[in-house]
T-cell receptor, first 112, second 114 residues
Framework: GEDVEQSLFLSVREGDSSVINCTYT??????LYWYKQEPGAGLQLLTY?????DMKQDQRLTVLLNKKDKHLSLRIADTQTGDSAIYFC????????????FGRGTSLIVHP | NAGVTQTPKFQVLKTGQSMTLQCAQD?????MYWYRQDPGMGLRLIYY???????DKGEVPNGYNVSRLNKREFSLRLESAAPSQTSVYFC?????????????FGNGTRLTVT
């Protein structure tokens, strides 16, 4: 089946930028999402990008999409301790009835 | 506006016991989903309901049944719980009548089977 891969952990210092990477295999992926999960809570949509876009910026968040390499990244500028969470990459495509397929999640740890 | 509400929040079962996890959404969404989350495994889809009156298997349906009671409610039943079903269960909903339909999640049910 189609796959979404992420590294499991990322540790950064407060104030630095964080970059979380994701690769996917489905060349027909139409929408790519980033979700955030805080401890003890469900996932919340952070942002998404349509496959015909290269970049999307939303305040401290920048999403970059390299469709040729099937690579998605989420950059968080000026990372704060409140950004500590698990970040999930997900993709949806027509072949999957637009039901998102999730990666395993990247645990972001922000040190003071 | 509560969004997606799951009950109970926590549950401990003995092997062989049965239980039903409840989920309700108040966003008038057509589609509802059940996922399980296990350490290092991410989210895996158990069952989904694209619209009221329909249900379909996801990636890991064995040992589970679902009921789409009405547009608001989608329940997940474990008929005979096994330790392998110890997990955090998330219910989600989406509009699903257009191609970009992000999921809205509940806060999860933490289930332990001993």
């Amino acid at each position: 089946g189609e796959d979404v891969e992420q590294s499991l952990f990322l540790s950064v210092r407060e104030g630095d930028s964080s970059v979380i990477n994701c690769t996917y295999t489905d060349s027909s992926s139409t929408y790519l999402y980033w979700y955030k999960q805080e401890p003890g809570a469900g996932l919340q949509l952070l942002t998404y990008i349509f496959s015909n876009m290269d970049m999307k910026q939303d305040q401290r968040l920048t999403v970059l999409l390299n469709k040729k390499d099937k690579h998605l990244s989420l950059r968080i500028a000026d990372t704060q301790t409140g950004d500590s969470a698990i970040y999930f990459c997900a993709e949806s495509s027509p072949g999957g009835s637009y039901i998102p397929t999730f990666g395993r999640g990247t645990s972001l740890i922000v040190h003071p | 506006n509560a969004g997606v509400t799951q009950t109970p929040k926590f549950q401990v079962l003995k092997t062989g016991q049965s239980m039903t996890l409840q989920c309700a959404q108040d966003m008038n969404h057509n589609s509802m989903y059940w996922y399980r989350q296990d350490p290092g495994m991410g989210l895996r889809l158990i069952y989904y309901s694209a619209s009221e009156g329909t249900t379909d298997k996801g990636e890991v349906p064995n040992g589970y049944n679902v009921s789409r009671l009405n547009k608001r409610e989608f329940s997940l039943r474990l008929e005979s719980a096994a330790p392998s079903q110890t997990s955090v269960y998330f219910c989600a909903s989406s509009e699903m009548d257009r191609d970009n339909s992000p999921l809205h999640f509940g806060n999860g049910t933490r289930l332990t089977v001993t």
